[in-house]
């Protein structure tokens, strides 16, 4: 009895942990892939375009003192944004590589291995 123990959980538990922890590491992959990095693009856009905002604000209407305070608000919230979305990447980009997470093209978060003999077709 205990050898049969010893065979399924060597042979049959150990190995579908294995798989299944990986299949976790590449959802997780994919997901940072294609949900949160847009989002911090388009969270920094928004950021970008706010500082925008604020220098148009803040140059355009040199004679109104509240314009001027507006437009320098707008730029100071939009650097913020901008660090804030830039923080977050590099903060993913540290915690993907460290667990060794993969995206969905199978390259490893710290850059991949450099390997694009799968991407070149022979036909």
């Known amino acids: 009895m205990e050898k049969i123990t010893e065979f399924i959980a060597t042979y049959i538990l150990i190995p579908q942990a294995n798989a299944a922890s990986e299949q976790l590491l590449a959802l997780i992959g994919r997901v940072n892939e ?4 847009p989002l911090i693009v388009l969270l920094f856009t928004a950021g970008l375009v706010l500082f925008i905002v604020g220098l148009f604000n803040f140059f355009s209407n040199r004679d109104d003192s509240e314009a001027l305070d507006k437009g320098k608000r707008h730029m100071l919230w939009g650097i913020i944004g901008m660090a804030i979305m830039i923080s977050v990447f590099g903060i993913m980009k540290f915690l993907t590589g460290s ?8 390259n490893s978060a710290k850059g991949g291995s450099g390997d694009v003999s799968g991407l070149i077709s022979n036909n």
């Open 34 to 37: 294609h949900v949160i990095n």
């Open 99 to 106: 667990l060794g997470i993969t995206d969905a093209t199978g």
